[in-house]
């Protein structure tokens, strides 16, 4: 017999027993299951060495029984159903390395949320507009107290003591500091680090991990968990989209950064996309004769009517717009955009020097003054929406390095945030220290208040994130949407295959994310016709109209998480009773009615879904884009030098500079923002120029077709400044 001391408090105690000649340490209950020779004699433990012998890895890789052995008491809570594309496993994170556990307790009232959002958010209530409080948020949705209690006894009693245990503002985290020893043993599971092949981030990430059955209706998702954020923007397909023209070291850049970005469906929905250096500087920046190759600021309010913005705008309405990923604007390309572009007619003149707030999110920058490292998403989106908001002005919240929405909703929402209450809250805050490179540095919490309008251009794809991950995130703007923050996404540039191809034949349209979120605005992008004007109907933006390999199209199509929202229904039931898409279809939807059984993982469409073998594109989903702006040929200076680009992450600043044009004027007439927007859109498609000729290929098809009324190519169409404005001024 082997002896092991271990000085026992309680006889169902969880305790780690310590194997003197290991670092091995087993809780209790493990050794009843494993051992059925396990004994307790007062404060010895006895053990027939016969029995470890007939589990080796125990003592050889200790670590490795935590995740090769699950008591049947636990399940799977979250596992990564794909493959980790460029993303390679490398060495076991070491058992003393700190990892900064995140915990997502379940929300309560969720359906009662929702339910205020769109009863202040329809144009027809009495309530419109009477947005809540960020407290009133944290009042409404916390989780309950038997899902705080239940997960906490979890923790304490697996050696988490309740010192450790830090519970957010809002109450909807638990975050705690925990060595990968001891997150491997609470979670059976056993964390790798994951680096990326292109960029080189290294992740702590686990392929599957587990908790008690029970507590699963009390846990969203845990973090660092099956997660791999690819650094990497909205720009599937960004590689087929250069231009082969290399006039400049920042063309050369853009074409070798544009190779690393078709991993996983990650994409940017602007970029260098493509960048076409050379263009010819008009002599007359009122001039729209050559709108259709050179899309000025002039062109861009010709089409949409936009005015000159006035005079005296208001201090609380900066223009948001989210960069990531070490995207810089360099100010002499800004002046010499403003310079040569801005004195028209219609656009108010911007001073040399104008730049946009920076608010650095953990440590991300925003700006340079090496014009190689001019960045063509962040210069588009400002030389875009500085000509439509000015004197206005505009807000950046400058991500650091890792791709992801949470540092964002971190610093602008401090209820949102895990480490807010470790003693300290907003700046000075850090995540625990990881060793190894690649990990992240500062993380800072609730420092900067949410902009009414903010602009997204990044995103990713459905099948590649856990539904409950992207349904926890989605909720996150939801509670943005409850207090009056209006959020536009991109929705990307790869037509149907936009979050890839899926299924066994790669025939299945897959959507993005997380423009498919039903509670924000997703806005797909238009073209002037070669040949045609400002005052001509736009097409869909498509780079090779009538190709089914079009290197960039406008995406579109219907999600496979979310069902079509209320304020939906009758136009796309309009679309398929009108215009109906001539290709198999399916109709269900994850995690509903059974559909998935397995909600903890990423989607396969597949095995998943009912297909019923054949069908490519899901009925049931919620449609996008909701809305549609120029998104092909726009004027741009990047890297000193002028040229053109496009993409729909063009279109998402300019429908959002609109936006915040509108919501300008309501404030000067003593009202409020405008919060989530769609209800409010579809309610009044007139105010809309209906796009009806384009397609938006992928997946070896032409994809869907635009058509009268709403279409998922390019949704209700584009705007028309003058009727929405005095629509919204219309409403309290």
Known sequence: MLTIEYQLERSTSSSPIVFPSSVVRI?????????????????????????????PSVIATPLSVYS???????????????????WTKRDRVHPDSVLPMRIGLTFSNLDKAHDALMEISNPRSENFGKHWTPEEVIDALQ???????????????????????????NRGWFAFDATNEEAERLLYTQFYEFEHGDSGNIQPACDRYHIPAKLQKHIDYITPGVKLSAPESLRDGMKK?????????????????????????????????????????????SHLATCDSAVTPACVAALYDIPKAGNDPSPNNSLGIYEALNQFYVQSDLDAFYENLTATNVTNMIPAGTHPIINSVDGGNASSTNVSQAGGEAELDFELAFPIVYPQTVTVYAADDS???????????????????????????????????GYPNPLQCGTYAPTNVVSVSYGGSEAFESIAYQKRQCNEFMKLGLQGVSVMFASGDSG???????????????????????????????????????????????AAPGNVNSPYSSAGGFSNVYPIPEWQQDAISTYFSEHPPSYPYYSSIANSSGTITDPSQSLNVTTDLNTNGTGIYNRAGRGIPDVSANGQNIAVFIGGVAGTEGGTSASSPIFSSIINRIVEERIKAGKGPLGFLNPSL?????????????????????????????????????????????YFMSLP
């Open 682 to 726: 579809y309610a009044n498609p007139s105010m809309f120029n209906d796009i009806t000729d384009g397609t938006n290929p992928g997946c070896g098809t032409l994809g869907f077709s635009a058509a009268e009324g709403w279409d998922p190519v390019t949704g209700l169409g584009t705007p028309s400044y003058p009727k929405m404005l005095e």
């Open 403 to 437: 791709f992801s929405y949470n540092t964002f909703l971190d610093a602008i929402d401090g209820s949102y945030c895990t480490y807010s209450a470790y003693g300290i809250t907003g700046d000075g805050i850090d995540d625990p220290v990881i060793p190894g490179p």
């Open 27 to 55: 809780p209790t209950a493990y050794l009843f299951d494993l051992f059925p020779s396990f004994k307790m004699v007062g404060k010895v433990i006895s053990l027939s060495f016969l029995s470890l012998l007939l589990s």
């Open 68 to 86: 090769s052995y699950t008591p049947t008491s636990h399940a799977v809570h979250e596992e990564r159903a794909d493959s980790s594309g460029k």
């Open 496 to 542: 149907v295959a936009n979050g890839g191809c899926l299924g066994s034949e790669g025939n299945i349209f897959g959507p993005g994310w997380p423009v498919t979120c039903p509670y924000v605005t997703a806005v797909g992008a238009t073209q002037i016709n070669s040949g045609a004007s400002v005052f001509d109907p736009e097409s869909a933006a498509n």
């Open 143 to 169: 989780p309950s107290k038997e899902t705080t209690q239940a997960v906490r006894d979890w923790l304490t009693s697996n050696g988490i003591s309740d010192s450790r245990i830090t519970h957010s503002d």
């Open 241 to 285: 989209k250069r231009s082969m023209m290399n006039r400049s070291s920042v063309v050369s850049r853009w074409a070798k950064k544009a190779s690393r970005l078709e991993s996983r469906g990650i994409y940017q929905g602007d970029g260098p996309r493509p960048f076409t250096p050379g263009m010819p500087l008009v002599k007359n920046a």
